[in-house]
């Protein structure tokens, strides 16, 4: 089954309720399980994967745009090929993410680890399939090694939000 990139965030949205993610009552435990199967999803419309037409990342930090709260974020970059004249040289796909953004409250568990400004994982293009849960893994792995990302991870997002954005 494959998705239409235009439909991508409500798809998502789809996935987590199947996994039961609810701002207040859930850790990112079901979030990450419900991410790894939307990543998995192909999408219509977007460039290949010879391209980078498709990718993940994780996100964090404390910014305006979240209230100066501590925020996670899991994005999927798409590489969109609608549109345009494919012959101008100068044409390129745009691109847009799908984000789930979690904020948290301030916590005793993390005060400690003075969370300024913002990090990420990088972006992974890693193929639908076995490369790509290979770099889910990885990421899950960076994940629990840091002592900032592995107590938010813990801790149970007070806000919630999935958005399909213009990334650049």
């Known amino acids: ?14 996935i987590l309720s199947r996994h039961g993610v609810a701002a207040g009552t859930c850790t990112m435990e079901p979030v990450w399980a419900a991410f790894e199967e939307f990543v998995q999803v192909p999408v219509e419309g ?6 980078d037409g498709d990718g ?31 012959q101008d040289p100068y044409w390129h796909p745009q691109y847009w993410k799908v984000e789930f953004q979690a904020c948290f409250a301030e916590d005793p568990a993390w005060a400690d680890l003075h969370i300024t400004g913002g990090g990420d994982s990088g972006f992974d293009h890693a193929a639908i399939g076995e490369p790509r849960a290979d770099a889910l893994a990885a990421t899950r792995r960076f994940i629990e090694q840091d002592p900032l990302l592995s107590a938010m991870w813990r801790s149970a997002p007070v806000d919630i939000e999935v958005t399909l954005d213009r990334a650049g």
């Open 1 to 14: 089954m494959s998705i239409s990139w235009r439909s991508s965030a409500a798809a998502f949205e789809q």
């Open 46 to 51: 977007i460039e290949g994967p010879e391209d």
């Open 56 to 86: 993940f990342i994780v996100e964090w930090g404390v910014w305006d745009w979240t209230g100066n709260r501590p925020a996670l974020s899991l994005g999927r970059l798409l590489a969109v090929n609608e549109g345009g004249d494919r």
